[in-house]
């Protein structure tokens, strides 16, 4: 069971990066998929997820700017980010739950599998 999420880089501000977490060793679909993202120093907040049956929830921060979706035929998941921010900056995981993967929330304990980050950065 393996997730990896790439798709990080760097990008000037309102720029936009589109994440990828790919699955290997289960399929994605009857899971809830998160991303999250860590800036050193601080902790790792909760960013966006989708359920089992691709309901949506965003952080406040990034709602509008940012959307998640899933491709079951390629067992993967995507964040796109548009209008990115320099606060935007961080190292961004994905992360699969199962046992509330109809009703997923924001909060780590919703998810059993995590992915080595990808790191964006936004700066000028």
């Known amino acids: 069971v393996q997730l990896q999420a790439s798709g990080g880089g760097f990008v000037q501000p309102g720029g936009s990066l589109r994440l990828s977490c790919a699955a290997s060793g289960f399929t994605l679909d009857d899971y809830a998929i998160g991303w999250f993202r860590q800036v050193p120093g601080k902790e790792r907040e909760g960013v966006s997820c989708?359920?089992?049956?691709?309901?949506?929830t965003y952080h406040a921060d990034v709602k509008g700017r940012f959307t998640i979706s899933r491709d079951n035929a390629k067992n993967s998941v995507y964040l796109q980010m548009n209008s990115l921010k320099p606060e935007d900056t961080a190292v961004y995981y994905c992360?699969?739950?199962?046992?509330?993967?109809?009703?997923?929330?924001?909060?780590?304990?919703?998810?059993?599998?995590w992915g080595r980050g990808t790191l964006v950065t936004v700066s000028s």
């Open positions: 989708i359920s089992s049956s691709d309901v949506t």
């Open positions: 992360a699969a739950g199962f046992l509330y993967s109809d009703y997923p929330t924001l909060e780590e304990y919703n998810y059993d599998y």
